[in-house]
Nanobody, 116 residues
Framework: QVQLLESGGGSVQAGQSLRLSCAASGFTFSTYPMAWYRQEPGKERELVAAISRYGTTTNYANAVKDRFTISRDNAKKTVYLQMNSLKPEDTAVYYC?????????WGQGTQVTVSS
């Protein structure tokens, strides 16, 4: 079965960096685009970044553009989110998402907390 396991979250000071990882299993990883979302308490989950099957195309939310980088290693079945120059407003639970129509799969999330 499809499994997505995020890791790499933590508590950091503003301006520091974190790298999130999402290890995938149970499907042909290179066949599907992948995405990172985040959710703050009381708010809707929002798209942070997405990457095409072979990593040739990426897109980002305006709020993270030029600070975050999404990448993938199809051999390792892993998608990454490099987060630089973190801000307190980046504090959220970050989720890895696979869209396999008609089903969406989500990881359990990893908490990122940025203090000022």
């Amino acid at each position: 079965q499809v499994q997505l396991l995020e890791s790499g979250g933590g508590s950091v000071q503003a301006g520091q960096s974190l790298r999130l990882s999402c290890a995938a299993s149970g499907f042909t990883f290179s066949t599907y685009p992948m995405a990172w979302y985040r959710q703050e308490p009381g708010k809707e989950r929002e798209l942070v970044a997405a990457i095409s099957r072979y990593g040739t195309t990426t897109n980002y939310a305006n709020a993270v553009k030029d600070r975050f980088t999404i990448s993938r290693d199809n051999a390792k079945k892993t998608v990454y989110l490099q987060m630089n120059s973190l801000k307190p407003e980046d504090t959220a639970v970050y989720y890895c998402k696979l869209a396999m129509p008609p089903t969406e799969y989500w990881g359990q999330g990893t908490q990122v907390t940025v203090s000022s």
